[in-house]
């Protein structure tokens, strides 16, 4: 003898645990251009990744004799075959696609690693500081403006002194630096989301502040942070590319899209290709980067498919 | 008496992803020079609807006027451009609006933007435009209107910016005012002096008003025509006294039956059973079948949506056999 | 003991800004309730009801005074304790738009309110206790797999009081709960807090600005102005009999009153 008489049209659907992320999920899969977008994301991964062991050349071997040739142009190999450079060759005659390939992989960590440094920081901490306010909320936000008050590259320069060259190593301090707008952000979204009525009924449940942060406050706030983070990208990638311009982050012969890009544009006139192809890739990748977020931003909002 | 506004057969939907949304549905009223007509209804009846398509204040597209006349003063409003529309809007019809605290503002002193209809409209130079400023403010009760042009609206109380609110809608000496529930943001209290003083001036300026309110209460103090509204299409339509007299609709006796302070204690509170029909799925027949216990259910039309007759001189109900009471004459 | 709470000599001020003095919204006010009454709690916007109910809440700190429930004085209680005492008492709020998380679907609402009493329930028992609320507050099972938006006002209030009563408090306040709802649909609400009241025994404290419906529903009403209780009494009696100016300045303005004559 049960109780509760469960209509049989709803008995696959009641799954307490079935959360915003599987609902947003759901939605997700509906959304044609965000789900292809996803697709060129992973596509774009997979050939900086995978593409240099399946590439003929090495990208850091360098032949003068086919200085900053045309795409297409025909090389033979050590072991006597014949072999095309699908992008042309750059000023040092290395092979342009193996390049980006590389360089994608630099670029595309920055992104991720910077952006999830500066996402993790700058939600938890821009939500501690505006749902409890007051005194902590003064001193949390004057640390974050004296952070913002030192000069970046200093920082950078300490940094790299004080622990060693190293890639992790910038990321980490790109992410440290771009977390502080995101907290801001955060924080005045969730002051206003703090006097809501619903997050005063969640306290008056005696839920402790960490569960009313993480599933009363945090989820209301992630549209404007999706939003947020597909910018940071593009901006941690062209960080970098200063970075690495002054000597701080991917040294030669390794490479970056952003310092491709930066040598693609002083040999724009002689090779335009040098410029095209790297930054077709970065291109692409941000366009779908955003869609994605749009899509993603769009999916977890409940009201979204409605009207 | 001539009608100021005369509005027939007005059709408004908005074209929504979910479907066409019927917001309102051949709607005639008539607003007779120095009346005060009120509209009744629900939120999502369409009585808000109705006025705001008037001064084309809908957003089009999803909106959509499909069809009706809105005559005012010999032009067809529905059929203005966006530019001509301006011209009315604020001079010769004027708006006010439910949430005083937000119509203001903020960051502008009382008086400019008090003046700002006359500039626009009337062209007075800023001296010229000041003076009336002031009077229209002391016109409204604000005492010292002088020194309160200068301050700026958080220095207001609610009941004293609805005043500036009505102040800036009457400066110009529009013909027509369409108040959209102007007492509903404020306390009891001010309520009552807000109402004596739209009833005061309009008496004085001999202005024509509509009222847009839920409150049944509001409209027996102030109307002398009321519309209750239903599903965006006219109910019952009549004379106040007449309407709250002989209610003929079963919605209008039941809105009546609802209210709280008409009620003994102890019993249940009587209560209107179920949800307002969503407009983009109307029922064929009757909108109010299915929440209606005071008449007789079973009589409501069913194939077809019931027209409005005039069952009495000036008093006008949706012919559904089952919501009439008395039944209908033939 | 019969009084279930008191409300001793309770002080909520603001600090003003600036050079401005403090605001004192809630000026020395002392209520006691018995078990099982109703207490109607009547003012305009800005009386300090809204900030007086919210200290009650514990949401709100007192400047001065003691909130004593049910012999518990619960500004003496520690975090933990106080978030264990809150299950006790539960608040309705005035703003169904406002009052649910937008991105939780009505059984995660729920099921969070109960689970704050029960802890952790297995998947089917949670089923039946979010059922067997939304079948109190007069709402569809269905209604619990679907998201707050997809709701009228009327049924988030009625959502909004399922999830007060999650919790299986013993007193309950009402904050302006009909205030922002259609006449046809207030009285629904109204008729359902009633029922409620009766069949669980709460204790209410019912707020509003609206005479008409205190009137109806209260057993004993409080008048508040400029954060003093100006008077208090049985609703009948000072309905009928306003004492203080103030009440009886309340009471002549209410429209809806003078449509009986």
Request: hydrophobic content about 45%; aromatic content about 6%; proline content about 6%.
């Amino acid at each position: 003898m049960s109780t509760a008489v469960i209509p049989a049209t709803l008995a696959p659907a009641i799954r307490p645990g079935r959360s915003l992320w599987q609902d947003a999920w759901a939605r997700l899969r509906k959304n044609h251009l965000a789900v292809a977008c996803g697709f060129v994301l992973i596509a774009v991964v997979l050939i900086c990744f995978v593409g240099p062991r399946l590439s003929p050349w090495n990208p850091e071997v360098t032949n003068l004799a086919l200085k900053a040739s045309p795409p297409g142009t025909m090389e033979t190999l050590a072991d006597g075959s014949m072999a095309k450079h699908w992008f042309g060759t750059d000023t040092l005659g290395r092979d342009l696609l193996t390049r980006i390939m590389r360089g994608g992989q630099v670029s595309l960590m920055v992104g991720l690693v910077a952006t999830s440094v500066a996402l993790l920081i700058g939600v938890a901490y821009g939500a501690t500081a505006g749902y409890l306010g007051g005194r902590t909320d003064a001193v949390m936000m004057r640390f974050v403006d004296v952070l913002y008050a030192l000069p970046f590259m200093i920082f950078v320069i300490l940094l790299t002194t004080m622990f060693g060259k190293s890639m992790l190593l910038m990321y980490m301090a790109i992410g440290a630096v771009e977390w502080l707008t995101m907290s801001r952000i955060v924080r005045a979204q969730v002051q206003g989301l703090a006097r809501q009525e619903f997050v005063e009924a969640a306290r008056s449940l005696g839920l402790s502040t960490a569960v009313i942060l993480f599933r009363h406050i945090i989820p209301n706030v992630l549209g404007p942070v999706i939003v947020y983070a597909t910018l940071t990208v593009p901006a941690v990638m062209l960080l970098e590319a200063a970075l690495s311009f002054l000597g701080l982050g991917v040294q030669p012969p390794d490479s970056s899209w952003g310092t491709l890009i930066d040598d693609g544009a002083t040999n724009m006139e002689t090779s335009p290709w040098l410029l095209i192809y790297p930054a077709a890739f970065f291109s692409i990748t941000l366009f779908c980067l955003n869609f994605a977020g749009d899509g993603l931003r769009d999916a977890l909002d409940v009201r979204g498919g409605k009207d | 008496m001539s009608a100021v506004l005369d509005v027939k057969d007005l059709q408004v939907s908005f074209h929504t992803r979910n479907g066409v949304v019927r917001a309102v549905d051949r709607v005639s009223l008539k607003v007779g020079a120095g009346q005060t007509v009120g509209i009744v209804g629900e939120s999502g009846s369409g009585k808000s609807v109705t006025c705001y398509s008037l001064l084309g204040l809908i957003p089009q597209p999803p909106g959509r006027i499909e069809g009706g006349t809105a005559m005012f003063g010999g032009l067809d409003l529905l059929k203005l451009s966006e530019k001509e529309l301006q011209k009315v809007r604020g001079s010769r019809i004027s708006m006010i609006f439910q949430d005083p605290m937000t119509s203001l503002n903020p960051y502008l002193k009382i008086g400019s933007q008090l003046v700002e209809p006359l500039r626009l409209h009337e062209g007075l130079d800023k001296a010229a435009a000041w003076k009336r400023g002031i009077a229209a403010l002391k016109e409204v009760g604000i005492p010292e209107p002088t020194t309160r042009m200068e301050q700026y609206p958080h220095e207001f109380s609610g009941g004293m910016r609805q005043r500036v609110m009505i102040a800036m809608a009457l400066i110009t000496r529009p013909e027509l005012l369409i108040a959209d529930e102007p007492t509903t943001a404020l306390d009891v209290t001010i309520q009552q002096q807000v109402l004596d003083l739209i009833k005061d001036l309009q008496k004085r300026l001999g202005i024509a008003v509509v009222f847009i309110t839920h409150d049944l209460a509001v409209v027996h103090e102030v109307c002398d025509v009321v519309n209750v509204m239903y599903a965006g299409r006219l109910v019952e339509s009549a004379a106040a006294a007449d309407l709250f007299a002989h209610p003929r609709h079963a919605y209008t006796r039941a809105l009546m039956r609802s209210i709280p302070a008409l009620q003994k204690k102890g019993e249940p509170l009587y209560t209107i059973p179920g949800l307002p029909p969503d407009l983009s799925y109307l029922p064929s027949g009757c909108a109010f079948r299915a929440r209606q216990t005071p008449g007789r259910q079973a009589l409501c039309l069913i194939d077809r949506q019931p027209p409005l007759q005039e069952i009495a001189p000036g008093h006008w109900v949706q012919a559904c056999p089952g919501c009439v009471e008395g039944g209908l004459p033939l | 003991m019969s009084d279930f709470l008191v409300i001793d000599n309770a002080s909520v001020s603001f600090p003003g800004r600036g050079r401005a003095p403090a605001n004192l919204a809630v000026d020395g006010v002392s209520l006691t309730l018995a078990k099982g009454e109703i207490l109607g709690l009547v003012g305009e916007s800005g009386c300090g009801k809204s900030t007086l109910s919210r200290a009650i809440m514990q949401l709100q700190p007192l400047t001065s005074g003691r909130i004593i429930l049910e012999g518990q004085d619960l500004s003496l209680l520690d975090g933990r304790q106080l978030r264990a005492a809150r299950l006790n008492f539960q608040m309705v709020f005035q703003d169904p738009y406002a009052s649910l998380n937008p991105r939780l679907t009505i059984f995660s609402t729920l099921a969070e309110a109960i689970q704050a009493r029960t802890g952790k329930l297995s998947g089917p028992a949670c089923w039946t206790a979010v059922e067997k609320l939304l079948e109190r507050v007069g709402l569809d099972p269905t209604a619990a797999l679907k998201y707050p938006h997809e709701f009228s006002g009327g049924q988030r209030q009625r959502i909004a009081i399922a999830r007060a009563l999650g919790p299986e408090p013993r007193l309950l306040i009402a904050d302006e709960p009909v205030s922002a709802l259609d006449v046809s649909i207030q009285s629904q609400i109204i008729n359902l807090l009633l029922k409620l009241s009766r069949e669980l025994q709460l204790t209410m404290l019912f707020v509003s600005h609206d005479l008409s419906v205190v009137r109806y529903l209260a057993d004993r009403t409080a008048v508040m102005h400029r954060g003093k209780i100006v008077e208090l009494g049985e609703t009948e009696a000072l309905m009928a009999a306003p004492q203080h100016e103030y009440s009886k300045a309340l009471l002549a303005a209410a429209p809806a009153l003078r449509m009986r004559h």
